[in-house]
């Protein structure tokens, strides 16, 4: 079981096939497991590193440190202690750590791929949910996130798929709540004229969390951008359709 410590943190990471490296980063309360299905395929023919990032999986739950910058730190050390320079392929708040990560060290990322995501609530209408969330969770946590998680995926999507991301969840460390805090300020339209990064944002056609327009809205103001929407897919594509989701990452990658 890999393991690696990284700003004082260990981060529990898995790394399988060669070629071009792909890292792929979770969301919010999973872990690098959620990118099971897609492995045997991409690993035929790229290096592949799924990480538990801190908090979440089988890494380490510090209280301190639960921020975007210092999840990109983090992300940072680990590709720089790799060795590698990878497509960085972010879920949801995974995407967002890959964008800033690109926006910061763009000599470490080949390409973002941005799942979902990156996600900004000023202006979209989910601020108030976002903003009331970290109290829900406080208050009951087991019954905010059945109430919540069903809601990532597409009409249809297994039970079974349900259940086992809202084990997860339940199994993740509390203290990254405290990214929802600061996810209500994040906004980086500002910033993504100045993104030398490549960037791609891969959005499921019926994703509930993050309106569709938010990527288009992103690649508007990002040079060179993309957006590949994926037919019937919620916010968790990598997970509702894994053999749709490799065939658009292989077309980007």
Same mark, same amino acid.
Not at 54 to 79: F, H, K, Y
Not at 231 to 245: D, I, K, S
């Given at each position: ?6 700003? &004082? ?14 890292? +792929? ?10 990118? &099971?299905?897609?492995? @045997? =395929? ?17 890494? =380490?739950? @510090? ?9 990109? #730190?983090?992300?940072?050390? +680990? ?34 791929? #941005?799942?979902?995501?990156? &996600? ?14 970290? &109290?829900?969770?406080? =208050? ?16 249809? #999507? ?39 990064? @490549? ?23 990002? @040079? ?23 065939? #658009? ?5």
């Amino acid at each position: 079981m890999p393991i690696t410590e990284v700003n &004082g943190t260990r981060l529990h990471y898995e790394d399988d096939g060669t070629g071009p490296a792909l890292l +792929l980063l979770h969301g919010w309360g999973t872990s690098g497991r959620v990118w &099971g299905s897609c492995l @045997p =395929d991409l690993v035929r023919d790229h290096r592949v590193v799924t990480l538990d990032w801190r908090g979440c999986g089988r890494s =380490d739950r @510090p209280a301190e440190g639960n921020t975007i910058a210092q999840i990109t #730190a983090d992300l940072t050390r +680990l590709v720089e202690t790799l060795e590698i320079e990878p497509t960085v392929v972010g879920s949801s708040i995974g995407g967002l750590f890959a964008t800033e990560l690109g926006l910061k060290r763009p000599d470490l990322v080949d390409h973002v791929v #941005a799942v979902g995501s990156p &996600g900004y609530w000023p202006g979209t209408g989910m601020l108030d949910q976002v903003l009331s969330l970290r &109290g829900q969770l406080v =208050d009951d946590r087991a019954g905010t996130l059945a109430g919540w998680v069903p809601g990532w995926f597409a009409p249809g #999507a297994a039970r079974e798929l349900v259940d086992w991301t809202l084990r997860q969840l339940l199994d993740s460390g509390t203290y990254i709540d405290a990214l929802f805090t600061e996810c209500t300020t994040y906004d980086p339209r500002p910033r993504l004229k100045d993104l030398k990064t @490549p960037i791609t944002y891969l959005h499921g056609e019926l994703d509930a969390q993050i309106p569709l327009e938010v990527p288009r809205t992103c690649a508007a103001e990002t @040079p060179g951008a993309r957006v590949h929407v994926l037919a019937g897919c919620g916010h968790l594509p990598h997970q509702e359709n894994p053999r749709a989701f490799t065939a #658009a990452l292989r077309e980007i990658v």
